[in-house]
């Protein structure tokens, strides 16, 4: 059977919605906070704004909670924490929920010892630097890639600041100087994003010999002090410091986590979208060289913990059906498995088990939801659909679907805005009919309420 037979109606987008900002990342690169961490997979803090501005206005009376369940690094909490709310986040990547934390913990950062720990580093790295000293610290022996990650040079200076790191007293102020490195450590490198993580060899890019790493380091701390200061100044506005709280878990072990059930006043979250996107692979990098993780692989990256997990992790597994009924769905699911079966894994028999992991975990997060939501409360969450193997899969509206089988209101779907992706979702000979119509890819954001 081809892909063209079974392919759902070409569906166009309505006109983007009236009254909401664009949700790309892109949009935070000059916000106080936001800025520090570079970050794909998330959305504008206007964005934020807006929800909240539209669904939990200034002046709502009562302790109010914000739960961003897939928190990345922080963009709900901080804005609704500059709002005086309460907030709490769930997030696997110990990367993301470090910077996360660090955002909300700004408040108890002391600036001067900041400052002083700022300038130490930088008369130790010219220390170190001029001479013909070795470092103590040394590579991570799990991280490997088809290119050395650091050059040589490069990578001297890298150990020279994980050694610096390692003494510094105040735990907060040694986690400010992880993260900082974190975020700056692939423009040092000989790998890029592009979005993805990709050798600079791939996109045509020279490898990085040399890097002033201390100076790159060193302005990424400054801008982060004076954020900090930001912040300071900004929670001294509030009536009263609220409480956030960001926990390095999955949503779905959040039984074990908030035991209270309908408080949470809302939701303000992006899970991951039906495209495999690779979150671990994309801060390997990050998760081996600050000792989140250990031996080869994405240890300690949580990918099998992972909403909807990843093709790589099911595509040989059996058939994996759907835990709850859904007749669209199944029929969904059938007319994948029939494409492309002489692939095996590689074609719609092991799409078919990644599409049915991807909503099976939506149910159960549906559930969750509809326990820690107060009644009337809304979450809004942002999707984009998806073309597997020549085969439209509108999450947002199957998303909403089950919701209202688990009990919740589909209220609305937001259009966001079209948009174009790269050739690895559209035109990957593992994911698409060659023979298929294009589809239209759009993001959208989909309003439940308890």
């Not at 690169?29 to 800025?35: A, E």
């Not at 969904?332 to 894994?345: C, E, F, I, K, M």
């Not at 969750?368 to 439209?392: C, D, H, M, T, Y």
Request: proline fraction near 6%; hydrophobic fraction near 40%; charge should be positive.
């Amino acid at each position: 059977m081809s892909s063209a037979a079974v392919q759902s109606a070409l569906f166009e987008p309505p006109k983007v919605t009236a009254g909401f900002r664009d949700p790309a990342f892109s949009k935070n690169r000059d916000l106080p906070l936001h800025r520090w961490v570079p970050w794909v997979a998330g959305f504008s803090a206007h964005f934020v704004e807006d929800c909240l501005d539209h669904y939990l206005p200034r002046g709502s009376r009562g302790q109010r909670w914000v739960l961003d369940p897939f928190a990345g690094v922080g963009t709900t909490l901080v804005q609704a924490y500059l709002r005086g709310l309460n907030v709490i986040g769930f997030e696997i990547n110990p990367y993301a929920a470090l910077a996360a934390r660090l955002k909300l913990e700004t408040r108890s950062v002391s600036t001067i010892a900041f400052a002083r720990a700022i300038s130490a580093f930088e008369r130790f790295m010219e220390r170190h630097s001029t001479n013909g000293s070795v470092p103590h610290s040394v590579p991570p022996s799990g991280f490997s890639g088809r290119t050395l990650l650091f050059s040589p040079k490069v990578e001297r200076k890298i150990l020279f600041v994980l050694d610096f790191v390692e003494h510094i007293e105040d735990t907060r102020i040694r986690d400010l100087f992880r993260l900082a490195l974190g975020s700056v450590m692939i423009s040092v490198s000989n790998y890029s994003y592009e979005p993805s993580l990709t050798r600079r060899a791939a996109v045509d890019k020279p490898d990085i010999e040399d890097a002033p790493v201390s100076n790159v380091l060193a302005d990424k701390l400054r801008l982060m002090l004076d954020d900090t200061r930001w912040m300071q100044n900004a929670l001294r506005e509030l009536a009263k410091t609220p409480t956030a709280d960001v926990i390095p878990a999955s949503i779905f072990v959040a039984k074990e986590h908030l035991a209270r059930p309908g408080f949470v006043s809302l939701v303000v979250t992006s899970p991951p979208y039906l495209n495999n996107y690779h979150y671990p692979r994309n801060t390997r990098p990050q998760l081996h060289w600050l000792g989140f993780a250990s031996g080869k692989g994405y240890n300690g990256g949580y990918e099998n913990d992972s909403f909807g997990k990843f093709w790589q992790t099911v595509r040989s597994s059996d058939p994996i059906d759907l835990t709850f009924n859904h007749a669209g769905l199944e029929r969904t699911l059938h007319a994948l498995r029939q494409l492309n079966a002489d692939q095996g894994p590689y074609g719609g028999p092991g799409w078919a088990n990644y599409v049915a992991t991807y909503f099976n975990d939506t149910e159960k997060f549906c559930h969750i939801l509809g326990r820690l939501l107060k009644p009337g409360a809304f979450a809004v969450i942002v999707l984009g659909n998806s073309v597997i193997q020549g085969l439209e899969v509108k999450t947002d509206q199957l998303f909403g679907e089950i919701a209202e089988r688990c009990g919740l209101k589909f209220c609305e779907t937001l259009m966001l805005r079209k948009k174009r992706t790269g050739s690895s979702i559209i035109q990957s000979s593992v994911r698409v009919d060659k023979a298929a119509t294009k589809v239209v890819l759009y993001e959208s954001a989909i309003v439940l309420q308890k």
